[in-house]
Every structure is written in C-alpha cells, then in structure tokens.
C-alpha cells in the first residue's frame, strides 16, 4: 500500500489526530528541516509515514527519536527507519521520553502533529522547556487555513513560548500548499 493509500485509511479510522489525507510532499520535509543543524539531537513529533523522517535522515542527526501516537505510523517508522528511536507515546510526555533517554536538552524539534494536538497550548511549553537555548522548532500549517482562528490562537500561542518565530514563504509543491513556522529562542517559564 502506498503512503498516501495509508494516510487515507488512517484518516478515516480517526481524522481528528491524522488530520490529513495524504502524506507532505518532499519539498515541503526539505523546508520543515533546512534550519536542523548538522549533527544534531532532534525529535520529530508525529513522524507518520515518514516524509520529514527521510528528510531528517539525509542530515544525518546524532540522535533522532521520533514520537508517534498511532501505533502503526510507529512500527511502520520503525521498519523503514532503524537508526531511528520510535517512541509509541503522546508528544506531552516528551519530558520523560527525553529523560529515559539521558536526553537534557535538544537541537531541534519538528513536528507534523495537527492542531488539535496544540488545542490547549500546553505542548508548545513542553517543547520549548525540551529545546537547547539555541534551539528551533518548525511546525507547518496549510496556507489556506492559517488565517482561520485556530491557526491563528497557535500561532500567538507560538509567539509566547518563543522570542523569534518566522514564517516561511508558502511551499506550493505540497497537498494543499503550506508554510513553515521557524521558532528559535525558547522563552522559559
């Protein structure tokens, strides 16, 4: 099966945590990962059927562990993907994943997560306490719908755990077309 088959499938058994219908193009994984230094300790947040994971994997990161939610998307990650650490498990547990690991602090966090994940704006906290000072985090939203007031309450909600938060141009070559928030300079608590 084909990942946009699978993506489908999983769309249709719970569209609230896939969120899409097909998998993100190449070019929008190589804008989600061109500010991930070289060499780095990242943590993809729901990695799905991996678009951002091979994006990642070319930039040959010291460590990547990759948090999955749907079992399936994990063991599929797991199969295409074994220099990667999957951990089955809700991106808000990120503290003790990272800390099972000997993990202090990250260089770079990237997520593929839906909104809903951000609903009640805890999880940008979680991942600007796991972020290195200099640190970033790139999570996208689809340029149709970023005007509409859910993506416009998580972008705000971005800008209060970070300092700097830049939007990237819209990445046509993507279904629908999307941009990327770059967020760099954690505002801890």
Known sequence: MNDTALFLREFARDPLHTAAVAPSSSALARAMVAPVPADATVVELGPGTGAFTRALRERDPARHV??????????????????????????????????????????AVVSGLPWVAYADGSLHR????????????????????????????QLADLRTHFAQVVTTPVVWRNLPPAVVHEAR?????
């Open 126 to 153: 979680v991942i600007a306490d796991a972020l290195a000072p200099t640190g970033v985090f790139t999570q996208f939203a689809y340029s149709a719908t970023r005007w509409a007031p859910p993506a416009r309450r």
């Open 185 to 189: 300079t954690p505002l801890r608590r």
């Open 66 to 107: 990759a948090v999955e939610l749907n079992p399936r998307w994990a063991r599929l990650i797991t199969r295409r993907h074994p220099g990667v650490d999957v951990a089955l498990a809700d991106a808000r547990t990120l503290p003790a994943l990272l800390a099972e690991r000997g993990i202090s602090r990250v260089d």
